[in-house]
């Protein structure tokens, strides 16, 4: 089957740097996607990689090694808004043409001042 | 652009009671659709999906269905509300092939009491 694994919960100051880790296992793979919860709202879109390497959108980057079967979100000049949920999802490989997305069980952000 | 509305936001009710959720989706045609549920402070499991007219698919076995009368709406319900049924729903749209990308809806809370 498919499962996703990250940390249950990151603290962090203002102003600093955090990575929240992701590990994968999936029989095929279509890519690794982010999204950012806060609490009580839904969940949106960050970042998506299809290929290895570092993908950059302002503040926040997201990192992943297909060979290794990891990702990473990087979140850079943390800000209290920062603190949130964040999920990593991939693509269910055995409905590639439903856009099914199994996702982690989440990692909550803490930014603390 | 698009964009996707569900309701009602928040509602609470009895034990035994029916249950309709409703979602739409504007400026995107024959999207995928997705009902998800999250439960207090947990991940994100999938409950139906539909990727055409009258096309539902249910992941898990439960005490709720789902419907696609029309091609930008898709409905939540039960006959029967349980406890367990209390938590965080959400309608999201995905179109492909264009990646791991699905947009939320506002969600809706759910209490059963």
């Known amino acids: 089957g498919q499962s996703l694994e990250q940390p249950s919960e990151v603290t962090a100051v203002e102003g600093a740097i955090v990575q929240i880790n992701c590990t994968y296992q999936?029989?095929?793979?279509?890519?690794l996607s982010w999204y950012q919860q806060h609490d009580g709202g839904a969940p949106t879109f960050l970042s998506y990689?299809?290929?290895?390497g570092l993908e950059e959108t302002g503040r926040f980057s997201s990192f992943l090694s297909r060979s290794d079967s990891y990702g990473y979100l990087l979140l850079q000049e943390l800000q209290m808004k920062d603190s949130a949920s964040y999920f990593c999802?991939?693509?269910?490989?055995?409905?590639?043409?439903?856009?099914?997305?199994?996702f982690g069980q989440g990692t909550t952000l803490q930014v603390k001042p | 652009s698009q964009t996707i509305h569900q309701w009602p936001a928040t509602l609470v009710q009895p034990v035994g009671s029916p249950l309709s959720l409703e979602c739409t989706v504007e400026?995107?045609?024959?999207?995928?659709l997705y009902w998800y549920r999250q439960a207090a402070g947990r991940g994100l499991q999938l409950l139906f999906y539909s990727v055409g007219i009258g096309q539902i698919s249910s992941e898990v076995p439960q005490n709720l269905s789902a419907s696609r009368p029309q091609d930008r709406q898709f409905i939540l319900s039960s006959k029967k509300l349980l406890l367990s049924d209390s938590g965080f729903y959400l309608c999201?749209?995905?179109?492909?092939?264009?990646?791991?990308?699905?947009?939320f809806g506002e969600g809706s809370w759910l209490t059963v009491v």
């Open positions: 999802a991939v693509r269910d490989p055995q409905s590639s043409n439903t856009g099914k997305l199994i």
């Open positions: 999201a749209w995905s179109t492909l092939p264009t990646g791991n990308t699905i947009y």
């Open positions: 990689n299809a290929l290895d």
């Open positions: 400026g995107t045609s024959n999207p995928n």
């Open positions: 999936t029989s095929g793979f279509y890519g």
